[in-house]
């Protein structure tokens, strides 16, 4: 049983924004009030989803007066001007973005992973980075059978992590290839379909985007692993929606491939996909839209000793945004009806 919140989500119009939406009312979150809050040139719009409307509001602090409940989906300028204003007001933010992540006072939650942090926050709990996200599903488990010590990462993420325009891009270069017509890019410095940019958020000055130092300094803080070591090279890839990670784990015992399934199988919001012979493997396909993240391609490290090598699939607008922020909320609303 779940107390019933008053709940505002934060860039109602943008893509995760919409997605938090459809999640809401999918997972028959206990809401008693609902707020869509966006920019000042989107109030007055309304969005209607499941039968029902609702008409956005600016926002503004004032808007926050009375809820229990916020998720931000505006970015981490927004968050950073806006969410110590809604903590003022009583209201506990539940962050997408980047702007309070590594903050020491501010818990960076996957339920699946350290849920129980939730509950340690001071107004504001954090959601990880959406490759972040995915990848630990996969690693988790594997390091509370093995030990973790290492991780090399290459990502394959979909132009959904760059928001509803990227989507847009993509579509309309495929048409015009098509059609035999050019599409000049504008997310993008690079043409997006039927081409990789090795290239997803800024470069810094080790050379390393910071897309690719999320996931070093994100997994140390949400696993405890202050000593962890990884490496990461972040591709984004011409497919709609659902990050692939192709993931090589080093650890401190020596590693079972049946032990190392059985974790995957086991452990909640992951579905284990891995049979060669029917070449049964996850594909961003199969996991746009779905809950669970897939792993598969598991196989003994031939590089590394105690190592294996495996292959994980999510839904960044989902499990790597919405669906995890939605998880956090609904902790809170299961802590709040056991008081």
């Not at 409307?53 to 806006?82: M, Y």
């Not at 990227?166 to 890019?185: F, H, M, T």
């Not at 190592?307 to 995890?324: E, I, P, R, T, Y």
């Amino acid at each position: 049983m779940k107390k019933e919140l008053k709940i505002g989500i934060v860039g109602a119009t943008g893509a995760v924004g919409q997605e938090l939406l459809r999640l809401l009312l999918r997972r028959e979150f206990p809401f008693s009030e609902l707020r869509l809050l966006a920019s000042a040139r989107s109030a007055g719009k309304e969005v209607t989803e499941g039968g029902r409307t609702w008409t956005i509001r600016e926002a503004a602090p004032e808007a926050f007066a009375g809820l229990d409940v916020a998720i931000f989906s505006a970015g981490a300028s927004v968050s950073r001007e806006l969410a110590p204003a809604v903590v003022e007001r009583g209201c506990v933010v539940i962050d997408n973005s980047s702007a309070f992540r590594m903050d020491a006072g501010v818990p960076l939650v996957i339920p699946e992973i350290n849920g129980k942090e939730a509950f340690n926050h001071k107004g504001i709990i954090a959601n990880p980075n959406c490759s972040t996200a995915i990848a630990l599903m996969g690693l988790f488990p594997l390091h509370r059978q093995f030990g973790l010590k290492r991780v090399i990462a290459s990502t394959y993420q979909a132009v959904s992590g760059s928001g509803a325009e990227a989507i847009a891009e993509l579509d309309a270069q495929v048409r015009a290839y098509v059609e035999g017509k050019e599409s000049k890019p504008e997310v993008y410095p690079y043409p997006i379909a039927f081409n990789l940019l090795p290239h997803v958020d800024a470069f810094t000055d080790s050379g390393y985007t910071k897309e690719e130092l999320k996931l070093l300094y994100e997994s140390r803080k949400i696993m405890n692993l202050p000593t962890l070591k990884a490496s990461a090279t972040c591709v984004r890839v011409p497919v709609f929606r659902a990050h692939s990670i192709a993931i090589t784990a080093q650890f401190e015992h020596v590693v079972d491939l049946d032990q190392a399934k059985k974790a995957i199988r086991l452990f909640p919001g992951c579905d284990l996909m891995d049979d060669p012979e029917k070449l049964s493997y996850p594909m961003p396909l199969d996991f746009a839209g779905k809950i669970n993240c897939g792993v598969g391609r598991m196989r003994v490290d031939f590089a590394l000793d105690n190592a294996l090598s495996f292959w994980v699939v999510g839904d960044q607008l989902w499990k790597g945004a919405a669906l995890n922020a939605l998880q956090i909320a609904e902790l809170l609303a299961e802590r709040d009806a056991e008081n």
